[in-house]
């Protein structure tokens, strides 16, 4: 069983950065692969980003690729998901999640998922 809470949402202006953080527990979590996912009004969860358990690999969806960057580090159970060059269409919630086998991109193979942090930017 893994937890994870999510936190480093909030309000900023277009080309601004935010970092978001997602706290995980459970003994599983460095075994994880991670990834980072968002949801804007009346759409679908989307993919963002992933990485695997070692962190040495990772996916990015190609309206991100460039701007975001995921990272983690399994001593402090903890995923980031850095943006930079915010835009007006990257205002959604994010939403990390894991999953206790191989990188993925599919939202449906993910096993937990935290509760999401708002992160609006505006124009």
């Known amino acids: 069983q893994v937890q994870l809470v999510e936190s480093g949402g909030g309000l900023v202006q277009t080309g601004g950065s935010l970092r978001l953080s997602c706290a995980g527990s459970g003994r599983t979590f460095g075994a994880s692969a991670m990834g980072w996912f968002r949801q804007a009004p009346g759409e679908e969860r989307a993919f963002v980003a992933a990485i695997s358990w070692s962190g040495g690999l990772t996916y990015y969806s190609d309206s991100v690729r460039g701007r975001f960057t995921i990272s983690r580090d399994n001593a402090k159970n903890t995923v980031w998901l850095q943006m930079n060059d915010l835009k007006f269409e990257d205002t959604a919630v994010y939403y990390c999640?894991?999953?206790?086998?191989?990188?993925?991109?599919?939202?449906?193979?993910?096993?937990?998922w935290g509760q999401g942090t708002q992160v609006t930017v505006s124009s």
């Open positions: 999640a894991a999953r206790n086998r191989g990188i993925t991109r599919l939202k449906e193979d993910y096993d937990y």
